[in-house]
């Protein structure tokens, strides 16, 4: 009996020992035609940074283009950094908090007639200077 049990797992082995074989491949075909353009992906992020010199009022202001969006709904982000002297690379981070009057103040503000955004600085020091850096998306 243990015979024909072992002549079985022998022909099982053979059968699947020459039937895992396999020749070399063929040589490739040619390539096919070139299928069709996916559709158009979404727009990418714009962004920029505007640097305006500080009035003697305290005040600046940059008109954004209007790939930062006409909707007054859906504001770009604005982040607001003022320097006594550029070329030192000592930039100062300006709050958005308005909580006194006589604080240095960076906001976004929508003009309706012109349909577009602008960046201000209010109550800054009068020369100094504002980099205004927007990103919208």
């Known amino acids: ?17 020459l ?4 020749g070399a491949d063929g040589a490739v075909g040619p390539a096919g ?13 714009v962004r920029s940074t505007y640097f305006v010199t500080i009035a003697a009022d305290g005040y600046a202001e940059q008109a954004l283009p ?14 607001c950094h003022i320097a006594e002297v550029r ?17 240095t103040v960076c906001a976004l503000v929508f003009d309706v007639p ?5 960046a201000v600085l209010i109550n800054a020091p009068a020369g100094w200077t504002v980099a205004f850096s927007v990103i919208s998306g």
């Open 19 to 22: 039937t895992a074989c396999q």
């Open 33 to 45: 035609p070139e299928g069709p353009a996916g559709p158009q992906g979404p727009a990418g992020l």
């Open 114 to 118: 012109e349909n577009r955004w602008y």
């Open 87 to 103: 070329s030192e690379g000592l930039w100062q981070p300006v709050s958005d908090g308005y909580t006194a009057t006589n604080r």
């Open 66 to 79: 209007a790939a930062f969006g006409t909707n007054p709904s859906q504001p770009p982000l604005l982040a």
């Open 1 to 17: 009996m243990r015979t024909g049990v072992f002549k079985a797992v022998l022909v099982m082995l053979s059968v699947a020992v």
